[in-house]
């Protein structure tokens, strides 16, 4: 059943659901719009002190020495900590082990922690540690993935290649020697700074009995858990992490945090006293992590029709001073590198390289986004060579069910592709805009597509990690209390919790309340990364369900003297269907107290093994996909060179939706990201001190920049997925670059092959200079 909601086309499969497929309020949001939800730099302790980093002011060299003299004279100074104070490892690689806590013989980028500087105030401690003296001897450093792959000396590292993947299925020599077309081009796609609103942040504090407690502006919870245990020498059972409203992540608080309460807990340690550190937005650019700058070469080979044979992918991937997320990054490109076709002949190498620049790491689509402006621009290209429209080509050679990814994994469910490519094309009144004229006066119109899957969860590379927990406490009231090993960081995720917690017990979503991400009260659940929350905790708590529906049915049926195989529970009521008796939740609550049954559980998911060949990067990648499909229209002004993007169709198969208003704010949130990424947010450095680092130098696309945006929601159901649902944080932004490249090309005539898509380029595309 088709229909229409607050301006968005939902996908109904199915009717019968009490909780899910309903656009329900956001459970946090009257705290957030009202101004009394309080995020880290709200937050106060009793005898707090304020900590500061003191960092490299040169990319690369050797460190001989750090003076505080001038930094003493500063009131309300405190003291300093260095690697010296560290009581365990001088370690915080969170994927790989190359990065000090505290650099203790080399830096590496403008932004490598030297130290912690600790006083009375806040303004105190930055402005001691502005007076901080580091004696360092300089190194000639690398900024460019040319420069580091050519070196031969000095390396960064052991030696400069930070990650390397590949995929090798069929015969790439063989499928060029079948095609009767082959497309070669080279693409670029930039930096791209998260730009959250709240900065990076933590208060780290020493119990009486010797654990530590961690509160932090964060993503990954037990990530710093890890982090913390193994730099204090504690175990796991005595370090407490919680998180506290986030402010804004994107991928930004998945590996920082980890340094920043790491650091922040050893002066807590050493100075024994609570520590708060919150980064100025300077040094929060200039020290944190990015999405990764990609550098591409495309070898693609058709027949006449427009059937893809072979193709032949090289990545090179930035990933700055330390690999931080690079493995996974590196991991992910490679795996999607030609997209949601069918490729039989393909071979893709995708290589990330150190450089004295801040690191690279995690951000919204994890290497999805650059490679589809690569295979998305080249499916583009050949259409034009081929005289094919660009839908029509896609349409050739998408993926359906019973047919192999690029990695060879056999579809078997859940591809819902093809229909995304047909609602958009529909949506937009693609044939008839593609033929209308496109230049009116000064302005120049043009439209484009891009498609893309994007892999669920952190796939066979990371599937050691892919487990998840919940808790659900039951009480005699009738409330439910769950608590989850993801968080929310603005996604939405305490909805949707709420309703599948909802959903799955047969109660109502008033009843239920989310407790504060707490490493104490789950287990690990590993990183809230990948678009997992849905899946990973939706299947959490049917498994919860799995034990707690029993023990509800067993008490109601004692009440009502009948068989457990009577008793329903749903949409809050409890339900005798043999005698018709009913009862609420809060009666059957009541009675498995005075009972005396078990009123909670815990809940657990872990994704199946994959069969995947990491050699050749062959198999199942990932246990399922998302698919999205996004068009977009731009307009070009021919006098200032600048692009309006005026209108988004973005299609998305989310398997199941459990909340249509969130899946719109998602898809709303990434094409803007997009938008930025393509259009405005120019990254820039000089001798590795970034230039941009506000507001004025780095340009967020604002209200006036954000087009409107139609989604439509397809649901292909995943059998794997809690209720056939799917992730849809990620590939929210995935092919909203693509789409806008494509459609500038379109609008120019001229075939784009670099982001950002800069007005300056656009004019000198006009004057005919080669883009």
């Not at 705290?31 to 002011?57: N, W």
């Not at 690029?406 to 033929?435: I, N």
């Not at 529970?569 to 939740?585: A, E, L, Q, Y």
Request: hydrophobic content about 35%; charged content about 25%; some cysteine.
């Amino acid at each position: 059943m088709e229909g229409r909601e607050r301006g968005r086309t939902v996908d109904r499969n199915s009717d019968r659901y009490h909780s899910i497929g309903i656009s329900h309020p956001r459970v946090d949001s009257r705290g957030k719009v009202s101004g009394q939800t309080r995020f880290l730099p709200d937050i106060r302790v009793e005898g707090m002190l304020y900590a500061y980093p003191v960092y490299s002011p040169v990319p690369f060299g050797t460190l001989n020495g750090i003076d505080d003299t001038d930094a003493r004279k500063v009131a309300g100074y405190i003291g300093l900590v260095t690697a010296k104070d560290v009581p365990g490892e001088n370690q915080v690689g969170v994927v790989v082990e190359d990065q000090p806590l505290f650099a203790e013989q080399t830096v590496r980028f403008v932004g490598d922690t030297v130290a912690l500087v600790v006083a009375e105030t806040e303004s105190a401690a930055r402005e001691a540690a502005s007076l901080v003296k580091l004696s360092i001897e300089e190194s000639d450093p690398y900024f460019s993935i040319m420069a580091s792959r050519d070196a031969k000396e000095n390396f960064i590292h052991e030696n400069n290649i930070a990650s390397q993947h590949q995929v090798d299925k069929g015969d790439v020599e063989s499928g060029f020697e079948q095609a009767d077309f082959i497309f070669e081009e080279e693409f670029s796609t930039p930096y791209q700074e998260h730009y959250y609103l709240e900065p990076q942040g933590c208060i780290a504090s020493m119990t009486d009995d010797g654990r530590m407690e961690i509160t932090g502006s964060l993503q990954c919870p037990f990530y710093v858990l890890k982090a913390v245990s193994k730099s204090l020498a504690m175990p796991f059972s005595k370090v407490r992490v919680t998180q506290s409203p986030v402010g804004g992540a994107f991928g930004g608080k998945e590996d920082i945090p980890s340094e920043v309460c790491t650091r922040t807990a050893i002066a807590a340690m050493k100075f024994k006293r609570p520590v708060r550190m919150v980064y100025h937005r300077h040094d929060d650019v200039q020290m944190s992590s990015k999405r990764h700058p990609f550098e591409m070469r495309y070898k693609v080979g058709v027949k006449k029709d427009g059937t893809l044979v072979a193709a032949d992918v090289d990545l090179h991937g930035n990933a700055g001073a330390y690999i931080t997320l690079s493995p996974v990054v590196s991991y992910r490109g490679a795996m999607q590198a030609m997209g949601p076709y069918k490729v039989p002949n393909i071979k893709v190498r995708s290589t990330h390289w150190y450089t004295n620049l801040p690191p690279t790491g995690a951000f919204r689509g994890f290497g999805s986004p650059q490679v589809t402006f690569g295979h998305e621009r080249m499916m583009d290209i050949i259409a034009e060579s081929l005289k094919i429209d660009p839908i029509e080509l896609r349409l050739k050679n998408l993926l359906h069910e019973e047919d192999e990814t690029m990695t060879g994994h056999l579809l078997k469910a859940s591809v819902g592709v093809d229909e995304t490519m047909q609602r958009v094309r529909k949506a937009s009144s693609w044939d008839e805009r593609k033929k209308s004229e496109k230049e009116n006066g000064r302005y120049l119109r043009g439209i484009g597509v891009a498609t893309s899957h994007y892999g669920n969860c952190l796939g066979a590379a990371g599937w050691a990690l892919d487990g998840a927990g919940v808790k659900i406490q039951v009480r005699r009231d009738g409330s439910i209390a769950v608590a989850f090993g993801l968080v929310e960081m603005g996604q939405g995720a305490l909805t949707v919790v709420t309703q599948m917690t909802a959903e799955a017990l047969g109660v109502s979503t008033e009843r239920i309340s989310i407790l504060p991400t707490d490493t104490m009260n789950v287990p690990d659940s590993g990183p809230s990364v990948a678009s997992r929350n849905v899946v990973m905790t939706g299947n959490a708590i049917r498994d919860a369900a799995t034990r707690l529906v029993p023990i509800f049915k067993s008490a109601a049926a004692e009440m009502f003297g009948c068989a457990e195989a009577d008793v329903e529970i749903v949409d809050d009521r409890v339900i005798n269907h043999k005698s018709g008796d009913s009862t609420g939740f809060r009666d059957l609550a009541d009675y498995l107290y005075i009972s005396n049954r078990p009123m909670d559980t815990l809940g657990w998911w872990h994704v199946p093994k994959l069969e995947f060949d990491p050699k050749r990067g062959y198999g199942q990648a990932y246990f399922t996909y998302s698919y999205s499909t996004h068009v977009a229209e731009v307009t070009v002004d021919k006098l200032t060179g600048l692009v309006h993007v005026d209108r988004i169709w973005a299609a998305h198969d989310i398997g199941q939706a459990i909340n249509p208003a969130g899946i719109e704010g998602q898809v709303e949130g990434g094409t803007a990201q997009g938008i930025g990424w393509a259009l405005t947010e120019d990254f820039k450095t000089e001798n590795g001190h970034v230039t941009t680092s506000n507001l004025t130098t780095y340009l967020l696309p604002t209200a006036k920049d954000v087009a409107e945006v139609e989604t439509i929601i397809v649901e292909a159901p995943e059998p794997l997925g809690p209720w056939g649902a799917k992730g849809v944080g990620e590939p929210a932004i995935i092919p909203t670059g693509a789409a806008i490249a494509n459609a500038v090309s379109d609008a120019l005539g001229v075939q784009i092959h670099h982001l950002p898509i800069r007005p300056e380029m656009v004019l000198d595309v006009l004057e005919g200079v080669e883009p």
